[in-house]
């Protein structure tokens, strides 16, 4: 195993991946590594080696955002999630020294998950696809609520929703949960009738923590 310090939670939007990291960090005098943790590098990266990443740093109207296909769409998200696995390596590399416990919301996909960690060590956390599509203009995060206006101001507002609608779809897939839900790792499946602190329990116990 690469990392015995590093815990690593993996899945699909909405199944509670930040919420845990952060609280286990907390719950455990350890280290989050939240969401996006790699924009720290962001700024030093070259747009040729990380074209990917580098696409939104660069970009010049935003409304090339929200006008790509699906297909355009599926592209870039498997593209950063690739380059994305790069700089979490990096990071991850210089915090194995340290001698506190790493909790990660990760990009890193399965296969390179089951070579650098142990069984133990890794979670995935699950919620319905759907839910992914539905309700992500309903965060309040700057980020999406601009995109939400853009998408307001194009000549056909209602075509360019569907349009980003399904893109959402085509990266939150039936196919992509299977994928997580037989990976092999141990799996916890969102649950609205659940609190965070019987979450933070199941967990806990999963970690061994």
């Known amino acids: 195993m690469r990392f015995s310090n590093?815990?690593?939670?993996?899945?699909?939007?909405?199944?509670?991946?930040?919420?845990?990291?952060?609280?286990?960090?907390?719950?455990?005098?350890?280290?989050?590594?939240?969401?996006?943790?790699?924009?720290?590098?962001?700024?030093?990266?070259?747009?040729?080696?990380?074209?990917?990443?580098?696409?939104?740093?660069?970009?010049?109207?935003?409304?090339?955002?929200?006008?790509?296909?699906?297909?355009?769409?599926?592209?870039?998200?498997?593209?950063?999630?690739?380059?994305c696995e790069i700089l979490e390596l990096q990071i991850l590399d210089k915090l194995a020294e340290t001698d506190k416990l790493v909790f990660v919301d990760t990009n890193i996909s399965l296969e390179t998950l089951r070579e650098i960690s142990d069984y133990d060590h890794v979670l995935i956390m699950l919620a319905d696809p759907e839910i992914s599509v539905k309700r992500f203009f309903e965060r309040p995060d700057r980020e999406k609520q601009f995109l939400y206006m853009l998408m307001m101001e194009e000549p056909d507002p209602e075509q360019a929703l569907e349009n980003f609608r399904q893109c959402l779809e085509r990266i939150n897939s039936p196919a992509a949960y299977e994928k997580f839900l037989h990976s092999g790792f141990r799996v916890i499946l969102r649950d609205d009738n659940r609190s965070i602190e019987e979450t933070f329990a199941l967990v806990e116990r999963e970690f061994r923590l």
């Open 6 to 83: 590093v815990f690593f939670i993996n899945g699909t939007a909405y199944a509670g991946k930040s919420t845990m990291v952060k609280l286990l960090a907390e719950r455990h005098n350890g280290i989050a590594c939240e969401e996006n943790y790699h924009d720290s590098m962001l700024a030093g990266l070259d747009s040729r080696e990380f074209p990917c990443l580098t696409y939104t740093r660069d970009l010049q109207d935003w409304r090339d955002f929200i006008r790509r296909t699906p297909d355009e769409y599926e592209a870039w998200v498997k593209g950063v999630s690739k380059e």
